[in-house]
């Protein structure tokens, strides 16, 4: 703790360089062993009621993935670390992903894009040039039962038209 992650242009972790599940091993007690789209990361500091775990689904670009277990091994929630991830749109200059979980179990998750432009109304040329950034976060906590609470999506757009 606290674990931080800021994705697609920036990669914080080298998920090269972390490990698969391993079907010889106590990994085959938390997860399908066939997922091949698995990275594992790590442990979070113990509590006295549950373990978490992170680990990162893989696709187009990373997921952080925080699950949380039982001290019998039963899994209690799992949560995506992600509001809507990064992705091609036209005019779309920048982009990134954020997760934190701080030491106190709060956690913050945010995704932001940055736009140079907009489309006409049939979505066929840039009629306008603009500078709109847009922030998309949600927040929540890991409860002291397991339980991993997530509020509702938040978005702030600032816009800077020339």
Not at 49 to 74: C, E, H, M, Q
Not at 84 to 91: A, Q, V
Request: charged share 25%; proline share 2%; aromatic share 12%.
């Amino acid at each position: 703790m606290p674990f931080y992650y800021k994705g697609w242009t920036d990669e914080t972790i080298d998920i090269s360089k972390l490990a698969t599940l391993d079907q010889h091993s106590g990994d085959t007690a938390f997860y399908d062993i066939s997922d091949e789209n698995i990275k594992c990361y790590g442990i979070l500091s113990d509590t006295t009621n549950f373990y978490s775990l992170i680990y990162f689904r893989i696709g187009d670009a990373p997921v952080p993935v925080l699950a949380t277990y039982s001290k019998k091994g039963k899994m209690l929630d799992n949560q995506d670390l992600l509001c809507y991830g990064c992705g091609s749109d036209f005019g779309l200059e920048y982009c990134s992903y954020t997760a934190q979980i701080k030491k106190t179990l709060d956690i913050y998750i945010a995704d932001t894009s940055v736009y140079s432009g907009q489309n006409d109304s049939l979505d066929l040329d840039n009629v306008k040039k603009s500078d709109s950034t847009f922030i998309n976060y949600k927040t929540g906590k890991i409860e002291l039962n397991g339980k991993i609470s997530i509020g509702q999506l938040q978005s702030v757009k600032k816009e800077n038209s020339e």
